[in-house]
């Protein structure tokens, strides 16, 4: 198959990015800032927050404030997370524009991270889906540990399958297949979307991947080859799960998108700004920048 002509990447850095950030809870005006900053860019979508517990994830707990605070560029989806009703009532009160559940094909990952089974997290993402078709709004299916778990380790690709399809059967528009801890490989990756791809279209499907192992970018190029059309990535490749330690961020939406404009691929969205933003964020958090092209175009700010 050939590559796409164009691919939307999804903005993961407020939500993916700072769930896991250590210290105390970071201002709600830097993350709003840093929204503000990444619709500028041109990215067309961005999770913006996490409607979970704030006691299992205190650096989400001002979601419904980071949705009041942004300034909504037209044009531009602002998603959340919602494990549950209760995150989605909260969610849709904050005027989100896309919601998303979050699985894993692990049984062991899913007990950790939303603290239930995999049945029973599909049994209480069904009345979320239902409201959020009631009210027209779409919701995105995420399926965690797509490549290994860090309790279980490998993963069989006939279950992410199983967990993708039911998501997708229940109505989510779209599955983001998360390698959770970053330990796929090109190969493993495409035999897990070849798996998935015989139950759910290619064209619904999106790669969300963690760079743990400096493999994001090449499993990148082996789902772009076989016709996946939405990436998912943080700037300066911010974040890690706060289930999966050590798991290091998302690849880098910098790295990402040089690799997509090498390759001729349209996305809308500018790179200096993109690099800019990388650096203005590791700015305020004191971080490294995790992006190799943020720190090639524009120094560490370390
Ligand atoms: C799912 C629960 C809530 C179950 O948590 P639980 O303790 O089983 O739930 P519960 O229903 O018994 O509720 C416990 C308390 O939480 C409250 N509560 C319950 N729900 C909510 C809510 N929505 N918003 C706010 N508060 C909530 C509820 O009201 C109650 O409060 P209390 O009575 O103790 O004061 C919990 O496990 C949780 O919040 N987990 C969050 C996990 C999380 O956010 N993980 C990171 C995101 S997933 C990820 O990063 C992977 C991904 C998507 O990026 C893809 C990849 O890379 O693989």
Request: proline share 5%.
């Amino acid at each position: 198959m050939a590559f796409p002509k164009q691919v939307r990447l999804v903005e993961m850095s407020p939500r993916d990015g700072l769930q896991n950030e250590p210290g105390p809870v970071i201002a709600t005006a830097i993350k709003t800032g840093l929204i503000d900053r990444l619709a500028d860019c041109g990215l067309t979508h961005i999770e913006a927050a996490s409607f979970v517990s704030p006691k299992w994830v205190p650096q989400m707990g001002d979601a419904a404030e980071v949705m009041a605070g942004i300034h909504r560029k037209p044009g531009v989806c602002y998603s959340a997370l919602t494990p549950n009703l209760k995150g989605f009532e909260n969610a849709l009160a904050a005027g989100v524009d896309e919601v998303a559940v979050f699985g894993a094909a692990s049984e062991s990952f899913t007990r950790k991270n939303i603290n239930c089974s995999i049945a029973e997290s599909l049994e209480r993402f069904a009345p979320v889906v239902e409201a959020a078709r009631n009210h027209g709004i779409p919701v995105r299916g995420y399926v965690s540990t797509v490549m290994g778990c860090p309790y279980e380790g490998d993963i069989a690709p006939a279950k992410v399958a199983e967990v993708a399809r039911a998501l997708y059967d229940m109505g989510c528009h779209e599955i983001s297949l998360g390698d959770t801890i970053g330990v796929g490989t090109p190969l493993k990756a495409k035999r897990m979307l070849d798996a998935v791809a015989a139950h759910v279209p290619v064209e619904k499907l999106a790669a969300h991947f963690h760079d743990t192992y400096g493999q994001a970018l090449a499993n990148l190029y082996a789902v772009l080859e076989d016709g996946v059309a939405v990436i998912d990535a943080s700037v300066a490749g911010l974040g890690g799960c706060p289930y999966a330690k050590g798991a290091s961020g998302n690849v880098a939406t910098e790295d990402v998108l040089y690799l997509l404009n090498g390759l001729g691929i349209n996305t809308g969205v500018d790179l200096n700004k993109l690099v800019a933003t990388g650096h203005w964020i590791c700015q305020q958090l004191g971080r490294h920048n995790g992006s190799k092209v943020g720190q090639a175009l524009g120094g560490n700010c370390q």
